[in-house]
C-alpha cells in the first residue's frame, strides 16, 4: 500500500498542526499505523503509534500534547499535535502496511520560537 503524509508546515511555538496519512487502500487490517520523525542532526524516532484495536502509544516528550488516531473507513490515520515546540521540528513520516513496512514521503514540520 501506498502511504502519503501531508499536513506539515511553519508554526509558531504553542500553535498546533494536525497531519494526515492517507493509505491508497484499506489499512483495515494494518496491525499498527504510527508517526515517525527525523530532527535535524537527530535519528528517526518513533512518536506515536496505533494499533487496529485503538491502543495507543507515545514517546514521552510528546505525552499530552499530540493525540494519534484512525479512521479505517476513510483509511487515514491522523496526528493531532498541540503545544508545538521548537524541539518538535522534523520531517513526520507515516508508517504502515499489513507487514509495517510500507512508508509514506514525509511531511515538513517547522516550529519558530
Known amino acids: 500500500v501506498q502511504l502519503q503524509a501531508s499536513g506539515g508546515g511553519l508554526v509558531q511555538a504553542g500553535g498546533s498542526l494536525r497531519l494526515s496519512c492517507l493509505a491508497s487502500g484499506s489499512i483495515f487490517s494494518h496491525p499498527v499505523m504510527a508517526w515517525f520523525r527525523r530532527a535535524p542532526g537527530k535519528e528517526r524516532e518513533l512518536v506515536a503509534a496505533?494499533?487496529?484495536?485503538?491502543?495507543?502509544n507515545y514517546v514521552d516528550s510528546v505525552k499530552d500534547r499530540f493525540t494519534i488516531s484512525r479512521d479505517n473507513a476513510k483509511n487515514t490515520v491522523y496526528l493531532q499535535m498541540n503545544s508545538l515546540k521548537p524541539e518538535d521540528t522534523a520531517v513526520y513520516y507515516c508508517r504502515g502496511g499489513i507487514r509495517y513496512d510500507d512508508w509514506g514521503q514525509g511531511t515538513l514540520v517547522t516550529v519558530s520560537s
Open positions: 496505533i494499533t487496529s484495536g485503538g491502543i495507543t
